[in-house]
């Protein structure tokens, strides 16, 4: 099996891109109380990431679906108030500065958004 055929066999649809506020964000594959998977979303372009905090693998949000600071300008951990960067997941501020959020590849196709690979398992290292 190629890689090409490999890739095409874990793509699977994580949601419309219009069920994604543009500017805000969403939790997404729930499992038990909390998403493990969450995006943001910037016009046409969608930023997906490990709903796992780098300083103590908790999830993110205060709320559903509130990853974002009140401007939207950056992503924050609630917990403890790491701020991240929407963009590359750079941990700029907070109790984990110059760590990475997890990235989720994704692709928005025909306003689909497609999940490219397995979701990483918490914690970044292992894949469920
Ligand atoms: S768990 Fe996210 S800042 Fe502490």
């Known amino acids: 099996m190629s890689a090409a055929e490999a890739a095409t066999q874990v793509q699977q649809v994580l949601c419309r891109l219009d069920e994604i506020p543009d500017g805000g964000s969403r939790g997404l594959l729930r499992q038990g109380l909390d998403d493990r998977v969450f995006v943001v979303r910037q016009g046409g372009e969608v930023f997906a990431w490990l709903n796992d905090c780098p300083h103590q693998h ?18 924050v951990c609630y917990a403890h108030g790491a701020h991240f960067d929407i963009r590359s997941g750079h941990c700029f501020a907070g109790p984990c500065e110059g760590e990475h959020l997890v990235r989720v590849p994704t692709q928005v196709k025909d306003g689909v958004v497609w999940l490219l690979s397995d979701v990483p398992a918490a914690g970044g290292r292992e894949r469920i």
Do not use: A, K, N, V
Request: hydrophobic share 20%; charged share 40%.
């Open 58 to 75: 908790r999830p993110l949000e205060y709320r559903q679906d509130r990853f974002l600071s009140g401007d939207g300008s950056r992503i």
